[in-house]
């Protein structure tokens, strides 16, 4: 089908965030109050934040302050993906912090681990299966690298299943298909926005009062209180933690840190069963293949497709607008791109197409600190793979306010802080030859060129 055809009916809004089972709104802070603590942002981060700071103290008394609606940005329009890794793959995690690797892959396990009991603890249907992820070999380069990677992990006892041509086949049909790896226990599927509004319910549930179309304007310390204030009230706490994610930040420090980049994303019509059987797909995992420029897609519990990834967009100046959502030369290049991927699926239809901005830093993976005397804390820089890793850094917020030494906050990945970008026009220039680089790569089979070597030494590893 012609992509601008298949394109055509398509609702230009995340899918995730279109059902009928979006609660109603909670009420605005519409008055003057106060807190033990305060948790600004109504995504992943701020959610987990306040649901485990009542679990770890329920005579606490936690504010969560959301500036429109809980799991709005990007934590509603994310592919789906509840990953164990804390470092943005085992690759970026040995780079950064070789000492450290196994137990951060132990801990994001156990991450994991916990994210699936809290879902039964609370009664969250999300929709989530534990079915894993395939990595796929769409190019000889990158079955080369697959096959690096997989001498890696077996350092490591990582539970990966290496596949050869006909194997990854024959769980995903597409004649693209080279080969993979397929991360058994590491991944699970699941609905962002219902798995949000299912922790917003266990928040509540639980006492935090949780207040929407509350967007905080400024902060004020003096010393003993931080008080935040929004339109139409304020609220004083001893505690602050901020899940802002990319959006403008109430500590200007994180502004060099973190920058915007927009991902783009399509859905398809429900599969027919014929069509299904076309494709596989029994064992329902994720996929992402592997050049540089990577598209991931899953199936959804009634059985339509996602696809998204490859145009990863830095829009110059770095900032964040609703017209940067859409971009319909990205959104017919996806459904080309899907259509090359699966050539059996000609007559399926998109139904939704969307965009939404991550929060990148130079590491890939999140950063933490404290501020105002210890009283705030933070966590972001998730780049892309926050739907699990937030919770984790929910935790670290956590023991850093609480002043005590735990195993999180002893960790050097957590200490540091990512390689600081520089100011404008440079950083536009620097972030644009980054990603013509990258391309040039996959064009390339792979090869990097001096831009991307220079970077690799320098330890920001632009590879993603």
Known sequence: MDPLKALADAERKPYWLDSPARPEPRPRLDENTSADLVVVGGGFSGLWTALMAKERDPSLDVVLLEGRRIGWAATGRN???????LTHGLANGLERWPDEIDRLERMGVANLDEIERTLERYGVD????????????????????????????????????????????????????????????GCAMLDPARLAWGLRDACLSLGVRVYERSPVRSL??????????????????????????????????????????????????????????????????????????FHYYRLTDDNRILWGGYDAVYYNGGLVRPEYEQRDETFAKLAEHFYDTFPQLTEVRFTHRWGGVIDTCSRFSAFYGQAHGGRLAYATGYTGMGVGATRFGANVMLDLLSGERTERTELRMVKEKPVPFPPEPVRSGVIQVTRWSIA?????????????????????????
């Open 79 to 85: 592919g789906g993906f509840c990953m164990a890794t």
């Open 126 to 185: 999300c929709s989530f299966e534990r079915t894993g992820e395939l990595h796929v070999a769409t190019e000889p380069w990158q079955l080369e690298s697959l096959h690096e990677h997989l001498d890696l992990i077996s350092e490591h006892g990582l539970d990966y299943l290496p596949l050869d041509q006909d194997q990854v086949r024959a769980e995903v049909n597409s004649p693209t298909f080279l080969g993979g790896l397929w991360d058994r226990s």
């Open 220 to 293: 004020r310390d003096d010393g003993t209180t931080i008080t935040l204030r929004t339109p139409q009230g304020e609220v004083g706490a001893r505690q602050v933690a901020l899940g802002t994610g990319v959006f403008p930040p109430l500590l200007r420090r994180l502004k060099h840190f973190v920058v915007p980049v927009y991902d783009y994303a399509l859905m398809t019509e429900p599969l027919s069963g014929a069509q299904l059987a076309e494709v596989g797909w029994r064992n329902r995992q994720g996929v992402g293949d592997s050049g540089n420029q």
């Open 440 to 464: 040039q790569a996959d064009q390339h089979q792979g090869k990097r060129n001096l831009w991307l070597r220079t970077l690799d030494r320098m330890g920001l590893g632009f590879d993603s």
